[in-house]
């Protein structure tokens, strides 16, 4: 298989860097805390987790019904190279302090153990990166499709939102943690 185009390649790093830095935060999580919910209304780290899976395996199933509908209707090939990494920046989707609200069918219930969300995960990555690659041949910007809080964006904006995403819960996973470490640290009794 060819390099990807540099575009492509770009995201990918970021896609890989952020994906890493959940990875380690997860797995170096201890599994009885990440079980906790530090406030009420507030998610556990597991369930954090859980909603990650959700949204990627979502996104990775609608991008696949996209494309090959716009395949379907002879859309033609991408001839920019440009860069597209900082156009959602306005959104501050990475920011974890940033307000947004997740719809209903995107809330974790039932949330599974850090291994099944974190194989759930790399799954769905496999798949979304496997879909960007095979695409490559048109033009994914002209591929769109309703996000609930960004309206309509591209394909590529798709797969970057999700890498930002991730980067938004992986702060919040540490900050819940730390949370219900100190509330941990308050009911310890006094030796």
């Known amino acids: 298989m060819s390099e990807p185009r540099p575009k492509l390649a770009e995201l990918f790093a970021y896609m890989d860097s952020t994906r890493a830095a959940l990875v380690k935060t997860a797995r170096g999580t201890n599994a009885s805390f990440a079980r906790i919910r530090p406030r009420d209304g507030a998610w556990s780290a597991q369930e ?7 949204v990627e395996n979502g996104v990775a199933a609608r991008m696949a019904k996209a494309i090959a509908a716009a395949r379907a209707e002879g859309i033609g ?9 900082h156009t959602l920046d306005a959104f501050r989707i990475a920011d974890p302090d940033a307000k947004m609200s997740a719809p209903p069918r995107i809330i974790p219930e039932n949330a599974g153990g850090i291994e099944e969300s974190l194989t759930s ?7 979304l990166k496997k879909t960007l690659i095979e ?8 591929v769109k499709f309703p996000h609930p809080v960004l309206n309509e964006i591209d394909t590529f ?13 992986r702060k919040q996973i ?7 470490t100190e509330l ?6 006094i030796v």
């Open 135 to 142: 695409s490559s041949d048109i033009d994914l910007h002209s």
């Open 48 to 54: 954090v987790l859980a909603h990650l899976a959700i």
């Open 77 to 85: 090939p991408d001839v920019s190279d440009e860069s597209f990494m």
């Open 157 to 169: 904006q798709w797969a970057l939102f999700v890498a930002q995403h991730e980067e938004r819960h």
């Open 184 to 189: 941990a640290a308050e009911c310890a009794p």
């Open 121 to 127: 995960l790399a799954a769905s990555r496999e798949l």
């Open 174 to 180: 540490e900050r819940t943690l730390g949370e219900v």
